[in-house]
C-alpha cells in the first residue's frame, strides 16, 4: 500500500488510441504545478537499453516472433524497474508510469495467448517490493481508438497493426484485470472529454497525495 515515506506509483493503461499518453502528461504537469515531488515514465523505452528494445519491438526492422516480443517487453521493464523505479521510490516521489505491468497480461496474455501464470511469475521476479498503488484503465471500444489513431495521421507501429480482433481480446483482457484488482484500478470512460477526464483523475488522487505529502513533511 501506500506508504509515504516511499514513492507512490500511479500506471496509465489502456489500448492504443486510448488517450492515456495525454492524461499521464496532463497530471503530471498538474501534479507538478501543486508542487509535487512527481516524475513521468513509460514502457517500453525510459532507459538506454529501453530505448534499443522499443526500436526493435515497434519498428519492422528484424522479425521478432511471439515468444521474443514477450521477453524483450519483459527486459525492458526489468531495466525500468532496476533504473527508475527503485530510485523513484527510495526518493519518496510521485512516480506515473504510461504503460506497465498490465500491458504485458494484457497484449501478450490476453491478445497473443502467452499463459497468464508464466507472465505472473516473471513479473514477481522482477517487481519484488515494487506494486502499482492505482492504476487508470482509459477504456474505449477498438473502433473509436482505431479511428482516433488514423485522426493523429501517424503511420501505425507493429503492434498497432494487429487489427479489431486482436483489440479487442486487448481491451477485454485489461477489463478483466481491472476486475480481478477493483482497489488498484479506476476504470474511465476514454470517450470523455479530456478535462473530465483530468478532473476524475485529479479527484481519486487527492486524498492519497495529501497523506504521502503530509507524511513526507514528518519524515514518514
Ligand atoms: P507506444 O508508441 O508507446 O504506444 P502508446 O503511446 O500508445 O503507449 O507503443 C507501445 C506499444 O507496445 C503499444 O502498441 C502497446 C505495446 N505494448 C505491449 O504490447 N506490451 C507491453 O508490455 C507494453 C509496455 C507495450
Known sequence: MNNPATGILITFEGIDGSGKS??????HNALSLAGLNVRLSREPGATPLGEEIRNILLSDKVPV???AELFLFLADRAEHVQDVLRPSRSNGEVLLVDRFIDATTAYQGYGMGHPLSLIENLHKTILQEIEPFRTF????DPLAASERIRNRGEKKNRIEERGLEFFQKV???YLEIAKQNPHRF???DATLPREE???AILNDLEPPLLTHAAGRRTGG
Not at 22 to 27: C, E, G, H, S, V
Not at 137 to 140: F, G
Open 171 to 173: 481491451r477485454n483482457g
Open 22 to 27: 495525454t492524461q499521464a502528461r496532463d497530471i
Open 137 to 140: 484503465l482509459l477504456d474505449i
Open 65 to 67: 516472433g511471439n515468444l
Open 186 to 188: 479506476r476504470v474511465l
Open 197 to 199: 477526464l483530468n478532473r
